[in-house]
């Protein structure tokens, strides 16, 4: 059974990093592609990053700059490194996979960005 957790969300000020951590487990991940993505409040799910088996990644241009993906396979762990969080980061952050014929998804992290 595939599982995804994610942890690491919290209050910030505006400035400042937090790093999300997302666990799976029930696969061999480091062979497929692991995504981030946020929803806020009102709004749809949205793509934030991406990193490839190989190590390639790609993020939305909203947070190029200032976050960073990365994974750890022996681990089976993918992170979000966020730095000079701003409010408009707030929002509820999943980690994704795609196993076909399906995406799973963690339970969401949330991260809120106020002073």
């Known amino acids: 059974q595939v599982q995804l957790v994610e942890s690491g969300g919290g209050l910030v000020k505006p400035g400042g990093s937090l790093r999300l951590s997302c666990e799976g487990s029930g696969t061999i991940f480091s062979f497929y592609v692991m995504r981030w993505y946020r929803q806020a409040p009102g709004k749809q799910r949205e793509l934030v990053a991406g990193?490839?088996?190989?190590?390639?990644?790609n993020y939305a241009d909203s947070v190029k700059g200032r976050f960073t993906i990365s994974r750890d396979n022996a681990r089976n762990t993918v992170y979000l490194q966020m730095n000079s969080l701003k409010p408009e980061d707030t929002a509820v952050y999943y980690c994704?996979?795609?196993?076909?014929?399906?995406?799973?998804w963690g339970q969401g992290t949330q991260v809120t960005v106020s002073s």
């Open positions: 990193i490839s088996s190989g190590g390639s990644t």
């Open positions: 994704n996979v795609f196993l076909s014929p399906r995406d799973y």
